[in-house]
């Protein structure tokens, strides 16, 4: 791109009759030097003085350009009428910090740039901050359907923030060097690795569909997995398939009308479709971008100065300033792997944030984390401390699970991590989905007392295990077989290693098999079938499974989509 926008740069320059004063800047991610096939060309004209301004030079070097299919966007301005629009406009500011001399007069570029640095209001790191935040909330909703790989959480423009910030913070364009005082070797590795990848899938998106393409729609997703050389891979012994079927589809239009369905049969059993191994590696990615840059803001945006009186809540952890941070290094965890459960406890307890500090140990000491520390009864007695608690349990286990705890102490939740059931159905990845399923049965609290759904919610004795049955209902889709069978085997050895009594594992194996079956008969079945309905009211031990499943039912079926609960769902499933 520089070598064509120079050629018709210098055209203009040739014909002697054009040629003034005039600096030629690339902004913008032209100006970063990343551009996908059918990016903008962003450009600003500078000028020295008002006077030596020249649409006739600019229109010479810009309808060449046009001519040959670029989107350019310009503007034509001087060095104090730049710094001007930076100071009032944050749009301006990040394009303007991204600027790359591309030709005419170096000096004048030079007088730009330490007049842009030098100007930078005090307030754009922290504005910098307020819009991700408005823009992807706390938890970011990473593994959505059909992704932005530019503007949605975890994407480009994530990356893009936290530059800009560090740029404002650091007031200078080269970032480079003061890189590894925000983020240490493997994380900074991990954020390049994630961004390249980003790049990739970008590329290969304008590649395919020959025009500026950033969102990755679900119809298009096996086209762009085969393009990154995708395959149908085996995840499980049982898959199988004749020498004769091709892991790989011979015909990409073939391909796009398959889906992934819940439950595997055929020569799909045991498989992970080629789309869903793609999106799978996509969401990873982002979700990593999501948490480092979320660190790197953490850091950036840290007042060293403590205002608020520290208070000890137990050995060697302290709450200040509504946050939780130790007072010793990653050996902290080291001595005591108990404590990564606790640590968590406390925050939910206390309502505050983890300091980045305390995020940054417990991800180094996830290792600590093994079988020995799962069969730990002291381990388990945290864990349903946590889950038993009337507030913040959906947002504490969201946490623990982007820091990977939750993950590996539950490594059967901790398999459906970014884990795409490839269909038009489900709005979010596996692990997303039962997050959301859990933030949604525990806003039920939190509903007007006239509800059903509250009162319900009120008289349910057994929380806790419906918690752990809403956190596991899903568990056997990662097989890619029958997801009730595997999702029962795998509760069955977990509720064993937890060691709990016979009924609290009958209870929550029950919401495991049975957490469709409600929803299926109250929209598929003749409810004034009362032999129907007895045979299925025999199903439950207790009024409080009864209680449970229908909650249940809620939270799975709300979590499917923004739009796949509505009243009618609600008034089957209460008559049922």
């Known amino acids: 791109v520089d070598v064509i926008v120079l050629h018709a740069y210098h055209e203009a320059t040739d014909s002697g009759e054009l040629n003034p004063r005039v600096t030629l800047v690339a902004l913008g991610g032209y100006g970063r030097q990343e551009m996908a096939p059918f990016s903008d060309v962003d450009l600003l004209f500078l000028y020295d003085r008002v006077k030596d301004k020249s649409g006739e030079f600019n229109s010479a070097v810009l309808r060449p350009l046009w001519d040959a299919g670029f989107d350019v966007g310009h503007s034509t301005r001087t060095v104090s009428e730049s710094v001007r629009m930076m100071k009032g406009d944050l749009e301006s500011c990040t394009a303007m910090l991204d600027a790359r ?38 938890s970011g909703r990473v593994q959505v359907l059909d992704p932005n790989v530019k503007e949605s959480a975890g994407g480009l423009r994530e990356i893009h923030l936290l530059e800009w910030a560090l740029k404002a913070h650091t007031g200078t364009a080269n970032i480079e060097p003061v890189w590894e005082q925000f983020f240490d070797h493997d994380d900074a590795k991990t954020l390049v690795a994630g961004r390249d ?3 990739r899938v970008r590329n290969e998106l304008h590649f395919a569909m020959k025009r500026k393409q950033d969102v990755l729609d679900n119809e298009h997703k096996t086209t762009i997995a085969v393009g990154l050389g995708y395959e149908d891979r085996a995840v499980t012994e049982v898959a199988h398939r004749p020498f004769f079927v091709k892991a790989r589809s011979d015909a990409v239009i073939d391909s796009q009308h398959r889906v992934g369905s819940a439950d595997r049969y055929g020569q799909d059993r045991g498989f992970e479709l080629a789309a869903e191994h793609f999106m799978r590696d996509y969401y990873t990615h982002a979700r990593q971008i999501f948490h480092l840059v979320e660190l790197g803001f953490g850091r950036v945006t840290r007042d060293p100065r403590r205002r608020g009186r520290p208070l000890l809540v137990d050995e060697g952890v302290i709450a200040q300033d509504g946050e939780i941070s130790i007072s010793d290094d990653e050996s902290y965890f080291r001595e005591q792997p108990l404590r990564i459960l606790r640590i968590f406890s406390h925050a939910q307890l206390k309502n505050m944030r983890l300091s980045e500090q305390v995020q940054r140990y417990i991800l180094q000491s996830l290792y600590l984390i093994d079988d020995e520390f799962r069969r730990e009864p002291e381990a388990r007695v945290v864990f349903f401390t946590i889950i038993r608690r009337k507030q913040r349990v959906a947002t504490t286990l969201r946490l623990m699970h982007n820091l990977g705890v939750l993950g590996a102490y539950l490594p059967e939740f901790g398999s459906l991590t970014c884990l795409v059931q490839y269909d038009v159905f489900h709005l979010y990845t596996v692990d997303e989905h039962t997050l959301v399923a859990l933030e949604n049965f525990e806003a039920i609290s939190r509903n007007d007392d006239k509800s059903v759904l509250k009162r319900v919610y009120d008289d349910l004795d057994r929380r806790d295990l419906l918690v752990l049955g809403i956190l596991l209902h899903d568990v056997g889709k990662s097989r890619r077989e029958e997801h009730i069978r595997c999702g029962v085997e795998m509760t069955t050895e977990l509720l064993r290693r937890f060691d709990l009594s016979e009924a609290d594992q009958l209870f929550v194996l029950f919401l495991v098999k049975c957490h469709q079956e409600m929803v299926v008969i109250s929209q598929r079945r003749d409810l004034d079938d009362n032999r129907m309905i007895a045979e299925f009211a025999g199903r439950f031990a207790t009024v409080d499974w009864l209680r449970a499943l229908y909650l249940l039912s809620y939270a799975d079926l709300s979590a499917v989509a923004t739009d796949a609960w509505s009243d009618w769902h609600g008034a089957l499933l209460w008559e049922l």
């Open 101 to 138: 001399f591309l030709a005419g007069d170096s000096e004048l570029f030079e007088k730009f740039q330490n007049k842009v640095f030098r100007s930078v209001p005090k307030k754009t790191v922290g504005n910098l901050a307020k819009l991700r935040h408005s823009r992807y909330g706390k």
């Open 197 to 199: 990848y980003l790049w």
